[in-house]
């Protein structure tokens, strides 16, 4: 009897043992293991910027992390502001934008989306506090002025030499922050002085924006090339012939100092990054705008797909 006492008091040690271990690994049963760290992941306030924040944090989490999700903040200089400021590590931005608008550069337009990203690179470096551009993908966001097909027809549109010219006879769907910004609108006014549109709608949904097109309610709307809506035949995208517009290829920025403490988190980031082109984010933002799918399910389908998750 006293045998089977040690035994019991043996195992029951084990047991107490093993439950200490799971409890330290972040529970039992589930396999979870220790978390590599935490990070704030944020994102602006469209599509694209939301689904791209979701891939960046599925896979940060597949891969141990404890993500912060911050996404849905608002424009270019919420988010910089919130990046300089602490409240988030990492972002997704666009090339250009970050040069012009978060970084205030007013040197020359630069000719090839290199150049355009070392620049940008190497100003988020200078900065106090520092940040690190990461890689940038392989495609350009830009602009893409959306015109309505018998729109184009009847006035013959082709190009921004062809829809200024037309603009007095013509409703443009834009948003506050286009107008605003001195790559936007006032550049399209700057470059192409005959520009005069006979009314400006500032729609700030881009999905009420392509709506408003459909509509009639007006002829002509400001969209980005990677937008779903962009797929229908019902519209045409005039040419920029002058290329007015900086490079605008999507690229993560990362606070410095987070990734000096965290060197893994590169590697990972650039991973989904490079998983991505034009036609695969027009397909993803389609999904979430046109089918009324969830970000989040969106994105994970396609990192799934990648390998990126399992």
């Known amino acids: 009897m006293k045998h089977r006492v040690t035994i019991r008091a043996v195992t029951a040690a084990l047991?107490?043992?093993?439950?200490?271990?799971?409890?330290?690994c972040g529970g039992g049963g589930g396999g979870g293991e220790e978390s590599q760290g935490e990070i704030t992941v944020g994102s602006k306030n469209f599509t694209e910027q939301i689904i791209l924040g979701e891939l960046y944090a599925q896979t940060l989490e597949e891969e141990g992390y404890t993500v912060n999700r911050q996404l849905d903040l608002g424009n270019v200089t919420i988010l910089d502001q919130a990046l300089q400021s602490g409240d988030i590590d990492?972002?997704?931005?666009?090339?250009?934008?970050?040069?012009?608008?978060?970084?205030?550069?007013?040197?020359?337009?630069?000719?090839?989306?290199?150049?355009?990203?070392?620049?940008?690179?190497?100003?988020?470096?200078?900065?106090?506090?520092?940040?690190?551009?990461?890689?940038?993908?392989?495609?350009?966001?830009?602009?893409?002025?959306?015109?309505?097909?018998?729109?184009?027809?009847?006035?013959?549109?082709?190009?921004?030499?062809?829809?200024?010219?037309?603009?007095?006879?013509?409703?443009?769907?834009?948003?506050?922050?286009?107008?605003?910004?001195?790559?936007?609108?006032?550049?399209?006014?700057?470059?192409?002085?005959?520009?005069?549109?006979?009314?400006?709608?500032?729609?700030?949904?881009?999905?009420?924006?392509?709506?408003?097109?459909?509509?009639?309610?007006?002829?002509?709307?400001?969209?980005?090339?990677?937008?779903?809506?962009?797929?229908?035949?019902?519209?045409?995208?005039?040419?920029?012939?002058?290329?007015?517009?900086?490079?605008?290829?999507?690229?993560?920025?990362?606070?410095?100092?987070?990734?000096?403490e965290n060197e893994g988190v590169a590697e990972i980031i650039n991973s989904v990054t490079a998983s991505l082109d034009l036609e695969t984010m027009q397909e993803l933002n389609g999904r979430a705008d046109l089918d009324n799918e969830d970000a989040a399910a969106v994105a994970e389908d396609h990192l799934r797909e990648a390998g990126l998750i399992e």
């Open 90 to 260: 990492m972002y997704p931005e666009y090339t250009g934008t970050a040069l012009v608008t978060a970084l205030g550069y007013e040197g020359e337009q630069l000719d090839t989306p290199e150049e355009t990203y070392e620049k940008t690179k190497e100003l988020y470096e200078e900065r106090d506090p520092a940040a690190t551009l990461l890689e940038q993908a392989n495609f350009n966001n830009t602009y893409g002025i959306a015109v309505r097909r018998d729109v184009a027809e009847e006035y013959d549109l082709g190009t921004l030499e062809d829809l200024a010219e037309a603009s007095p006879n013509l409703v443009l769907a834009s948003f506050s922050e286009f107008q605003q910004r001195e790559d936007g609108f006032p550049n399209i006014e700057e470059s192409y002085p005959a520009t005069d549109f006979q009314e400006i709608k500032v729609v700030n949904d881009l999905g009420l924006r392509y709506q408003a097109l459909q509509q009639g309610d007006a002829d002509v709307a400001i969209g980005f090339t990677t937008d779903g809506q962009l797929r229908s035949d019902d519209l045409v995208v005039v040419e920029d012939e002058e290329n007015i517009w900086p490079f605008y290829h999507p690229a993560p920025v990362i606070n410095q100092e987070y990734l000096d």
């Open 15 to 24: 047991l107490a043992l093993v439950m200490a271990a799971l409890a330290s």
